[in-house]
């Protein structure tokens, strides 16, 4: 079994501050169950998903310079989807070191993407929190690897009515599709 240093080196940073770890990977239902474990990773989520979008923002608009807003929008929308993170808070191995109570541990909470998407999102708050905007982005991009791996087949997944359209119109001008 892992331990937490483990954890920490697969993640690329060990915490200064234990307890923003502890948080992070704090599910709500082990916090009910376990009120002197203080608080759940839900403020932690609600950071992380913020400081996340910034990181990818950034990273999309430096790596394609001449792309418009939308097609930047669904770029990111796809780096940070559920299914995505949940593949990221896997491979770091996340589902093994979050704290469940007994109730969401029974039902396969472990593996429930919802959890792990939460929990990596919690993750990235509290890297912000213990080191900071740039060791954040630093992480979240050796994490993920080069970003084109995960657009390329992310984008034909996401919006498939959408892609469709992209290569239809060009060859039929601007008719409206009609989907039956």
């Known amino acids: 079994m892992d331990t937490l240093a483990d954890f920490q080196a697969r993640l690329g940073h060990t915490f200064a501050n234990a307890a923003l770890l502890a948080e992070a990977l704090a599910h709500p239902s082990y916090t009910n169950e376990h009120p002197e474990a203080g608080p759940s990773n839900q403020r932690l989520e609600f950071l992380g998903d913020a400081v996340l979008q910034l990181v990818l923002t950034d990273a999309l608009y430096a790596l394609y310079p001449a792309e418009p807003e939308g097609p930047l929008s669904r770029r990111r929308s796809v780096l940070a989807n559920g299914r995505t993170l949940a593949a990221l808070a896997s491979s770091l191995g996340l589902d093994a070191a979050l704290h469940l109570g007994a109730s969401e541990e029974s039902t396969g ?3 429930r993407s ?7 999102e919690a993750l990235v708050g509290a890297i912000y929190l213990d080191a900071g905007l740039e060791k954040t ?3 979240l991009l050796a994490i993920y690897g080069p970003l084109e791996t995960h657009l390329d087949a992310g984008l034909e997944l996401d919006n498939p009515k959408g892609r469709l359209q992209e290569r239809v119109q060009p060859m039929h001008g601007n ?6």
């Open 109 to 111: 909470g472990r593996a």
């Open 114 to 120: 919802s959890n792990l998407e939460d929990a990596f």
């Open 137 to 139: 982005r630093a992480c």
């Open 175 to 180: 008719t409206a599709l009609r989907y039956e």
